[in-house]
């Protein structure tokens, strides 16, 4: 399974953002779908395990000719383990001119929330980070946590990318 994205600004309005939905367990979360690349089945037979990298790290792909580091998204953000099936898929993400896959568990669509739809992150206090989070995107009953992907991978727990050079 092999899909190229591309995205539609021919429907972008200046105040709204399009963003990819993918499900992690029975959630549904959005990433900015200007930081996709495309979007790949996941076939464990593709991928090398490397020793002493965090467990999330599922090792490192070559895509067309590109080394590219696996990350499983259920195992970052602490998710029960989910079996592997067909709707299994990785999102391959440029970030910062550096190219990393997320494995997720499905990717449904492609929405526009426009910037009254989006909700800041709720604060838990110190018993859990919410700095990775944009916010809540919400569209009539559907609830959408909005991952800042870029911010999670540039972290220094992730420490996959580099932070842009201003």
Do not use: C, W
């Amino acid at each position: 399974m092999f899909t190229k994205f591309e995205s539609s600004t021919e429907h972008a309005d200046t105040t709204g953002q399009e963003f990819l939905v993918f499900t992690l367990a029975s959630q549904e979360y959005g990433i900015d779908i200007l930081k996709v690349q495309e979007i790949r089945g996941y076939d464990a037979q593709t991928v090398t395990r490397i020793a002493n990298v965090p467990s999330f790290v599922k090792g490192v792909t070559n895509l067309r000719g590109i080394i590219v580091p696996i990350v499983d998204m259920r195992i970052k953000f602490n998710l029960e383990n989910v079996e592997y099936n067909h709707q299994t898929v990785v999102v391959i993400l440029n970030l910062n001119s550096r190219v990393v896959g997320v494995v997720v568990d499905g990717v449904s669509d492609v929405l526009m929330l426009q910037q009254a739809q989006i909700s800041a992150a709720p604060q838990f206090g110190t018993a859990f980070s919410t700095e990775y989070l944009m916010g809540i995107g919400t569209l009539g009953e559907r609830m959408l946590i909005l991952v800042d992907i870029e911010k999670l991978m540039t972290s220094e727990e992730m420490a996959l990318v580099e932070n842009a050079v201003v």
